[in-house]
């Protein structure tokens, strides 16, 4: 019987904990429509950042060409109930990758970390697919291109347009343009981006979320 009892409780003492949590409403950076995301349950807005959140383009926008693009968001402020996230990175699915590569052609990568004109540091991934095999030599220009033109970028753009230049696919067409004409290309496509480091400011903010707004978890 006691065995029971002390079962019972335990339920009860969890149920108990799942009420007081309160429910908060998680929505995409501002960049990306302030969409929501779905919501999270927490005793108070604290707990919850820097909290992960993954989800596709074509959840935000309802382009469906755009799904095997994957976001990854973090959770950074709150006002009230409302979680306000800013971009962690982004990859393109494995299939997509895989559906891109041909028998007899070439895939070139170049990695590189970039920092935006605001300060932001990113790691990049950008991807070129030939339409031949290629000699080693036009690789390797192929990948000075991708770097450059990746680095570039970041240096005059701030954090948000960059993110833009990147997702929307600008800066994969800018690299297009140039790279074919060192050898033809079949597509080029910035594969993966990962922020390695936010300015000092922006940190602080995250670590100290607004005061008051934050619902008392009673």
Do not use: C
């Not at 990962?194 to 008051?212: C, H, N, R, Y």
Request: hydrophobic share 35%; glycine share 6%.
């Amino acid at each position: 019987m006691s065995s029971k009892s002390s079962g019972k409780q335990s339920s009860s003492a969890i149920r108990d904990k799942w009420k007081m949590k309160k429910w908060f409403t998680i929505l995409s950076p501002k960049i990306f429509g302030e969409v929501s995301l779905g919501s999270t349950p927490a005793f108070d807005a604290s707990q919850a950042m820097n909290r992960k959140v993954e989800t596709t383009l074509y959840d935000l926008t309802g382009d469906f060409s755009t799904v095997y693009v994957h976001l990854y968001f973090k959770v950074s402020r709150n006002e009230g109930d409302k979680l306000f996230t800013r971009f962690a990175g982004h990859e393109l699915s494995r299939d997509y990758v895989r559906s891109l590569v041909r028998r007899k052609s070439s895939k070139i990568n170049k990695v590189i970390d970039v920092t935006t004109k605001d300060g932001y540091v990113i790691r990049v991934k950008g991807l070129a697919l030939t339409a031949y095999r290629v000699h080693r030599a036009q690789a390797t220009e192929i990948r000075r291109i991708m770097e450059e033109m990746m680095r570039k970028s970041a240096e005059v753009h701030t954090f948000n347009e960059f993110v833009q230049e990147m997702i929307f696919g600008k800066l994969a067409n800018d690299i297009f343009n140039e790279a074919k004409k060192i050898a033809p290309l079949r597509k080029a496509e910035i594969e993966k981006s990962k922020v390695l480091s936010i300015p000092e400011k922006e940190a602080e903010e995250v670590k100290q979320p607004i005061e008051g707004s934050a619902p008392s978890g009673g």
